[in-house]
């Protein structure tokens, strides 16, 4: 076999040895993560302020308030229904209307949401800033509006609330925030919608007193037990012991009870835990 046909099988053999062992890897790789889906468009509402612009038509711009009834009136138009209708939906309506009516050739038209006041929703109780806060987006979720309101404040508790209307129906939703953030959390992140409410309550407390060394009220943090209330408390003091502990625990019927516990026992909220000071 003559040396040059040698080197060109030799050359084909190391090629095909090279895809073969190419080949495994690149169907090994994932597959491209599908792309998230496009959040969905705000949709105007009585209440809310828009401004119109039209390209080189100073006399068209306009701001105005959607009435109650979901109208504006546009100079050339007359009255718009607008309620329910994306931005994009009515820049197009009010270009195709100023091309059919043969005001404007080709019409440019801008709007610009200027205040959001048709769809609103109440955050209230133990957040760094309550009050009615705009949904400027559809779908908007709680963590969302948790966060316009600047979140929790550090007296709110774990448990929100969020309560409305869903399909005519009371609805009554509670959602224990860190289980929002940990694996498949995002399901029970749920929908916000116009009028609901938000309620964070302030976080269970329980008084510890007596020879400790920084008594009153403190957080009742989850599980909490009494080791871990005396060791928030600072620890007991010189003249405090441990046998002398004890928890005066109110139950439903308003009587108080009163507890010598272990020191991995539980704590419930409005536990009032006293040290005694040691006699020797």
């Known amino acids: ?6 080197k060109r099988l030799a050359g084909l053999a190391f090629g095909v040895a090279a895809l073969l062992a190419w080949a495994p890897a690149a169907l090994a790789q994932p597959a491209p993560a ?21 390209y080189q038509n100073p006399d068209l711009q306009l701001e105005t308030r959607v009435t109650d009834a979901g109208l504006v009136s546009y100079p050339l138009l007359g009255s718009l229904r607008v309620s329910g209708l994306t931005i994009n939906d009515l820049e197009r309506l009010i270009a195709d209307g100023l091309r059919n009516g043969n005001f404007v050739r080709q019409p440019q038209v801008t709007v610009a949401l200027l205040q959001v006041r048709a769809h609103q929703v109440s955050v209230l109780g133990q957040v760094n800033r309550p009050g009615r806060y705009p949904l400027e987006t559809a779908n908007m979720r709680l963590t969302e509006v948790l966060a316009t309101a600047g979140g929790v404040a550090p007296s709110g508790s774990d448990l929100v609330v969020l309560s409305g ?4 129906k009371p609805f009554r939703a509670e959602i224990d925030l860190p289980t929002l953030f940990a694996a498949a959390g995002g399901e029970k ?11 964070v309550d302030r976080q269970p407390i329980v008084y510890i007193y007596g020879e400790v060394q920084r008594p009153g009220p403190m957080r009742l943090e989850r599980e909490m037990t009494l080791l ?10 010189l003249r405090g012991t441990e046998k002398g502990v004890r928890v005066h625990r109110k139950s439903a019927d308003g009587s108080v009870t009163v507890l010598t516990p272990g020191m991995t026992d539980k704590l419930r909220e409005g536990d009032v835990v006293f040290v005694r000071e040691s006699l020797f």
């Not at 209307?165 to 005519?168: H, Y």
């Open 228 to 237: 871990q209330a005396l060791a928030t408390g600072g620890g007991l003091t």
């Open 165 to 168: 209307q869903r399909e005519g």
């Open 189 to 199: 992140d749920l929908p916000v919608l116009n009028g609901d409410t938000v309620w």
């Open 34 to 54: 599908p792309a998230a889906a496009p959040a969905a468009e705000y949709r105007i509402g009585p209440g809310d302020v828009l401004r119109v612009v039209v």
């Open 1 to 6: 076999m003559k040396p040059a046909l040698m």
